[in-house]
Nanobody, 124 residues
């Protein structure tokens, strides 16, 4: 069992930055691949970024490449999403998720555990 708690969301102007954190419980955090997803009002939840259990493989949706960076700190059982050059279209609730799977990290059904989400609002 893994419990995930996100933090770091907030209101920021376009062009600004935020860093989201996701703290995971459990002693097997290092065995899980981690992902970030987001859901805007009236839209489906979509993949944003993922990092493999080792940190050796990282994936991003095209719309955030070059602006967002996912990383993990195994010693702190935490995964981060550094978001720079934020745009109004990045406004959404951001969720972190964990999976024991090693493939298909861009797919929602691959993930077994989800956090409660943190709101990110980017004003124009």
């Amino acid at each position: 069992q893994v419990q995930l708690v996100e933090s770091g969301g907030g209101l920021v102007q376009a062009g600004g930055s935020l860093r989201l954190s996701c703290a995971a419980s459990g002693r097997t955090f290092s065995s899980y691949a981690m992902g970030w997803f987001r859901q805007a009002p009236g839209k489906e939840r979509e993949f944003v970024a993922a990092i493999s259990w080792s940190g050796g493989s990282i994936y991003y949706v095209d719309s955030v490449k070059g602006r967002f960076t996912i990383s993990r700190d195994t010693a702190k059982n935490t995964v981060y999403l550094q978001m720079n050059s934020l745009k109004p279209e990045d406004t959404a609730v951001y969720y972190c998720a964990a999976t024991i799977q090693k493939d298909g990290l861009g797919r929602l059904p691959a993930y077994d555990y989800w956090g409660q989400g943190t709101q990110v609002t980017v004003s124009s």
